[in-house]
Nanobody, 113 residues
Framework: QVQLQESGGGSSQAGGSLRLSCAASLYTYCAYDMIWFRQAPGKERDFVARVYKDGSTNYADSVKGRFTISQDKSKNTVYLQMNTLKPEDTAMYFC???????WGQGTQVTVSS
């Protein structure tokens, strides 16, 4: 069964850290281009970070230098390490396959000032 499951969300004070995980059960080629995005209440879905098969990454300007995306292929898991969190990072975070257009159910991140 093809699926993705996010975990690791929660609450943090500003300046804190959280690590999100995305356990993926995907066809191999689906995992060649994995993405995290987020959606705050009443706002559009925003790109956060992306990791490619070769390990290259890119980030939204708003998280660059604070967030790190990585992929453990042996565990079929994609991570999002979030440091120096800000209240504006509060959102539901989703992971997905940008090739296969498959997305998880999301995990909530709430950052208080």
């Amino acid at each position: 069964q093809v699926q993705l499951q996010e975990s690791g969300g929660g609450s943090s004070q500003a300046g804190g850290s959280l690590r999100l995980s995305c356990a993926a059960s995907l066809y191999t080629y689906c995992a060649y281009d994995m993405i995290w995005f987020r959606q705050a209440p009443g706002k559009e879905r925003d790109f956060v970070a992306r990791v490619y098969k070769d390990g290259s990454t890119n980030y939204a300007d708003s998280v660059k230098g604070r967030f790190t995306i990585s992929q453990d292929k042996s565990k079929n898991t994609v991570y999002l390490q979030m440091n120096t969190l800000k209240p504006e990072d509060t959102a539901m975070y989703f992971c997905g396959s940008n090739i296969c257009k498959l997305w998880g159910q999301g995990t909530q991140v709430t950052v208080s000032s």
